[in-house]
């Protein structure tokens, strides 16, 4: 192996994508450099051409590319495989035991907002979140739709905090690298 030698692309400092890779990195003790990008879009091209040698990339955004046999997708960084890609393994069951690195999305509020718009808006939201066709259309672009509560997101925020903080600190990364 040449330490320094390989590259990924990610989609600007401190992204999912980034975090993943910088986690890999520590947990497989690799030399890889990270060639940064300003999101997603402007690393496909690369990715694809082979000027870099690859990228934790988000499911929502490389499936179609997985799918239609322009990608090669190693392993998910989810716990268990996916019913998404469940020919695909996972990078835990690919020998990393324990890695885990899964993107989320949230519906976030500023603080101190009043507990009555909070809860309406997780009623709606969970309602639009529940339905078949809102299902269907997340699942089809590899997205899984949870919908819990606000303390549960809370619950995942403060469990994700020390892994991530340690992943930050360990990589050297700063806000506007």
């Not at 994508?17 to 060639?35: G, V």
């Not at 040698?53 to 090669?72: A, E, Y």
Request: proline share 7%; hydrophobic share 45%; charged share 20%.
């Amino acid at each position: 192996m040449q330490p320094g030698k390989l590259t990924y692309a990610h989609a600007g400092a401190g992204t999912s994508q980034h975090l993943a890779a910088e986690l890999f990195k520590s947990m497989a003790r690799l030399d890889i450099q990270a060639i940064a990008y300003r999101g997603t879009t402007v690393l496909l091209p690369d990715l694809l051409a082979g000027r870099v040698d690859m990228s934790f990339g988000n499911i929502v955004n490389v499936l179609p590319l997985v799918r239609d046999g322009t990608l090669r997708a190693f392993a998910m960084t989810l716990i268990r495989r996916s019913g998404i890609a469940p020919d695909v393994p996972t990078t835990a069951g690919s020998g990393y035991p324990g890695f885990e690195a899964v993107p989320w999305f949230g519906l976030m509020a500023p603080a101190g907002t009043p507990q009555a718009i909070i809860d309406r808006l997780h009623r709606e939201s969970a309602k639009i979140m529940a339905s078949p066709e809102v299902r269907k259309k997340l699942n089809d672009i590899g997205a899984d739709a949870i919908g819990g509560t606000p303390a549960e997101l809370a619950a995942v925020i403060e469990r994700e905090i020390p892994q991530w903080a340690k992943v930050i600190k360990q990589a050297g990364i700063r806000a506007g690298d």
